[in-house]
């Protein structure tokens, strides 16, 4: 399911793309005669601004104490949202020779949101009428263990790894024969 889930943002990215360049007149410059304006593709590039290349779905239950004999026990869901930051992108991330190639640096691959939503908190022993404090602790705690799960899960690595591949995709797709992305 968590593979459907990141195929499906996937595909939402590289059409939202591809829609941005289409509706932006920007793949005219790339089907209609040779490719020599990088400012253009860095322009075009920017403006997807946040790409997410990996997600990570957990359930966990955390513990928290409310008393010296007694803790709330809950389960919370979190997920981990993961990927490239590209509106920092300047000409020297780009190089373009001739109409075949491009060569592409980008940022290391970083986690955008550690999401745990309190609506979604479900109380599975101990006091009904928690106080608002101690389900915040106990939403704080899990959000950390959500994060540090993801990166334990390899969430980065999977990030890195599915961003080569999507821009790559991308860049044939809009003509390139070689691809190079290499990060910095």
Do not use: W
């Amino acid at each position: 399911m968590k593979n459907f889930i990141i195929a499906l943002i996937v595909v939402a990215v590289l059409g939202g793309a591809g829609f941005y360049a289409y509706k932006s007149g920007h793949l005219d410059k790339f089907f209609n005669g040779s490719i020599k304006d990088t400012p253009t593709v860095i322009e075009s590039i920017k403006n997807i601004s946040e790409l997410t290349t990996a997600c990570y779905y957990e359930e966990i239950i955390q513990s928290e104490p409310i008393r010296r004999s007694d803790s709330l026990f809950v389960k919370i869901e979190g997920s981990v949202r993961a990927g490239f930051k590209l509106d920092n992108l300047t000409n020297d991330n780009i190089s373009i020779e001739g109409d075949s190639l491009i060569s592409i640096i980008i940022p290391e691959a970083q986690i955008f949101d550690v999401i745990v939503n309190p609506s979604n908190v479900t109380i599975i022993e101990g006091e009904k009428n928690s106080s608002e404090k101690i389900m915040n602790r106990a939403v704080a705690k899990a959000k950390k263990r959500v994060e540090k799960d993801a990166i334990n899960d390899g969430i980065l690595e999977k990030a890195t790894e599915s961003g080569k591949k999507q821009l790559t995709e991308l860049f044939r797709t809009l003509g390139f024969k070689e691809v190079y992305v290499d990060f910095e």
